[in-house]
């Protein structure tokens, strides 16, 4: 393993950042002709868009910073599983309505906190795309905001199956406020943000709309973690890389 | 058969959007929505894709008074002749300047 | 007295008398004849209604069945730029279905109501998208081909004399404009590409040539509705003159990109200035309507299951509007 110095320190934390955008696009991607509605459809499939983007303007940036040449493809298409640093929460599966949208919702409250931090970056390149995507995420955090407090406070059966998903997913949220050797050299400079300040507002905010839905918040906070610190993943992540790299792959070198 | 039958279909919602800043809301198209809010979002995500609008109305279909077709003589014709509301109506000589 | 009027219900009128109908009816032909549009509270004979409905809600599932072949490459696409593409493109297809059916409620059928048609098999669609999307690019020939032939038709369309549908149609060809082009330009990469991207190309447009030429329907003498659909301007050309317009442009650009077309008998027609083709396979076309198709069942079953995972979430949104309005009544 390399040594962690600035260049490859800001190559690494550029792209796992877009890692977790990339991911939890193409799942998002997977509910495409799914969705219980058209209008639905539609929106995920904008959340997507806007996610995707995301990864593919950081794995640009990562790819400039590290002076290698490495374009954005070869972050999405050419580095192997153990490669990719996104939270564990943008991989696992869709489920069904109800998970989708509480992982959405977990992470885009996350992503609202993150950007906005990431918006005052002493990396211009970060921070104007820190500001950028916190007009996405503000989107994506009302729309699975207003989602999950209709389901929580909608019928029984769905109040029932989104406290499953809120159960279920919390386990993934603890490494959401997790640092990496990678972060925590670049916070020396203000390049990249602290997450673990991050904890008591997502708390509050996730509480609060909770409480609309009248769901409630789990109190095991034992956390799984491991992709974001080490690229250790969950068991579904490799069906994703395998499906999404499998052209490139198949035909190295070519031009798509 | 499937659930579909018994469950009642969401209501629909016209949409109105504004295309940028000095233009009225324009009718574009409906939505199924359960609710404003919903309806709101589902509008922006059907009919905003290609930076079409900078506002949006979302409305009850069913709350729209529409005119009937047959009306159309009585309500619009007697209009057609009042052409003295019209400025070109008015001959003023050139002398006179802007008018 | 006009509080009873809604924009989204066809207004109930006393049965009329036969003079009175031949009256209407004549008013009616006038309007459509002096390229008046006809728009939803209107008058207009009940036949045309059913014929508009019939033909919006078949265009209406199109765009949304459509979404399928292409959704099922959306995970496996090659590259960010290209996965972004598709991604809007499959969108924009979901977009369509959904104006055109907003388009189809206003003569007072529900998107309910077609939905379970479609599902039930009663109601039809493209029979393009009961073939399956195989190969990657399988996704530039349906952009270059199917969406081809699509947009060929839909221009035809955006003349037609119903207002909604005109309208949506408009709106959509002007957001389909990218479709083909892109559909094109991932052609041209391959055409460009190795051997075995090359190769891949070619195998692609020979599954879809055929079924392309069978998107614009039967023969002019073996459409029955179509005359009818011409004198109301429902249609503007038909399905011959729409197909033969497909062919002529789309050969040349099969020539740029260095490929053939599988039909021995395609060549240019110097006398009628239009190509020349084949005999269309119409028994398979037939058997694909009627749910024979390689994906008939599939495409059904997906938007069936689509419907029924979605119901819980549906009733929540409903449920949870219901509370709220109470709330607000109290």
Same mark, same amino acid.
């Given at each position: 393993m390399t040594e962690l110095n600035k260049v490859n320190a800001l190559v690494q934390y550029a792209a796992q950042i877009g890692d977790n955008g990339l991911i939890i696009g193409h799942r998002m991607s997977e509910w495409c002709f799914r969705a219980p509605s058209i209008e639905m459809e539609m929106a995920l499939m904008n959340c997507a868009l806007d996610l995707i983007g995301q990864a593919r303007e950081l794995y640009t940036y990562a790819g400039e910073a590290g002076g290698e040449g490495k374009k954005e493809d070869d972050f999405a298409y050419l580095r192997d599983e153990q490669d990719f640093r996104n939270l564990l929460l943008a991989e696992v599966p869709n489920g069904d309505w109800g998970d989708t949208i509480v992982r959405l919702f977990f992470m885009s409250a996350y992503n609202k906190l993150f950007f906005t931090e990431l918006a005052k970056s002493t990396d211009a390149e970060l921070a104007a795309i820190g500001a950028k995507s916190l007009k996405e995420v503000t989107y994506h955090l009302r729309f699975s905001s207003e989602w999950l407090i209709r389901l929580g406070d909608g019928t029984e059966e769905s109040h029932r199956r989104a406290q499953k998903s809120i159960d279920d997913l919390?386990?993934?949220?603890?490494?959401?406020?997790t640092m990496t050797d990678a972060e925590n050299l670049l916070l020396e400079d203000g390049i990249s943000v602290d997450v673990t300040a991050l904890k008591a507002d997502w708390d509050e905010l996730v509480s609060q709309i909770l409480d609309q839905a009248t769901l409630s918040v789990p109190t095991n906070n034992w956390a799984q973690s491991g992709s974001k610190s080490d690229g250790r993943h969950t068991e579904y992540f490799g069906y994703i890389i395998t499906d999404m790299q499998y052209l490139q792959r198949r035909y190295p070198g070519c031009e798509w | 058969m499937t659930k579909q039958t018994t469950e009642k279909e969401w209501p629909l919602w016209e949409v109105f959007i504004r295309s940028k800043a000095g233009l009225d809301h324009k009718h574009c198209g409906s939505v199924h929505a359960s609710d404003a809010e919903i309806a709101l979002e589902s509008a922006r995500d059907v009919y905003? =894709? =290609?930076?079409?609008?900078i506002s949006i109305w979302v409305v009850p279909s069913n709350a729209i008074t529409a005119s009937k077709p047959e009306d159309k003589e009585s309500l619009f014709e007697p209009a057609d002749d009042k052409i003295y509301r019209h400025p070109t109506f008015y001959d003023i000589p050139k002398g006179a300047g802007k008018m | 007295m006009y509080g009873d009027t809604s924009i989204q219900k066809p207004i109930k009128i006393a049965e009329p008398t036969s003079a009175e109908q031949a009256k209407l009816e004549e008013i009616f032909q006038q309007k459509i004849d002096d390229d008046i549009k006809i728009e939803p509270q209107e008058w207009m004979p009940a036949a045309y209604r059913k014929t508009l409905v019939r033909q919006m809600s078949q265009h209406a599932h199109s765009e949304v069945i459509g979404m399928q072949p292409e959704g099922n490459w959306l995970t496996r696409a090659p590259s960010l730029r290209r996965k972004v593409i598709l991604l809007a493109k499959i969108q924009d297809e979901g977009g369509h279905g959904l104006y055109i059916y907003s388009a189809a409620e206003t003569?007072?059928?529900s998107r309910a109501e077609m939905i379970e048609q479609l599902q039930s098999g009663k109601a039809k669609y493209s029979s393009i998208f009961n073939y399956p999307a195989l190969t990657w690019a399988d996704m530039g020939t349906i952009g270059w081909l199917v969406d081809g032939a699509a947009i060929t038709n839909q221009v035809a369309l /955006?003349? $037609? /004399?119903y207002g909604p549908y005109s309208r949506a149609m408009i709106r959509i060809c002007k957001e389909e404009s990218f479709h083909q082009r892109q559909g094109y330009e991932l052609l041209l990469t391959l055409s460009k590409g190795t051997k075995e991207q090359k190769e891949m190309l070619q195998e692609s447009v020979n599954r879809f040539w055929w079924p392309s030429l069978m998107m614009f329907g039967p023969n002019d003498a073996n459409s029955p509705h179509s005359a009818q659909s011409m004198k109301w301007k429902i249609k503007k050309k038909s399905n011959d003159q729409l197909r033969q317009e497909f062919i002529d442009a789309t050969v040349p650009q099969a020539e740029f990109l260095g490929i053939t077309l599988p039909d021995p008998d395609l060549k240019w027609n110097e006398e009628r200035g239009h190509y020349d083709y084949g005999a269309i396979d119409w028994e398979e076309f037939g058997n694909v309507i009627n749910g024979? $198709?390689?994906c008939n069942k599939q495409r059904i079953a997906n938007h069936i299951k689509a419907h029924e995972d979605g119901a819980w979430v549906r009733e929540a949104a409903a449920a949870y509007a219901e509370k709220q309005q109470k709330k607000q009544v109290a």
């Open positions: 919390w386990a993934y949220t603890g490494e959401l406020f | 905003t =894709r =290609r930076s079409e609008g | 003569l007072g059928t /955006s003349r $037609g /004399s024979n $198709g390689p």
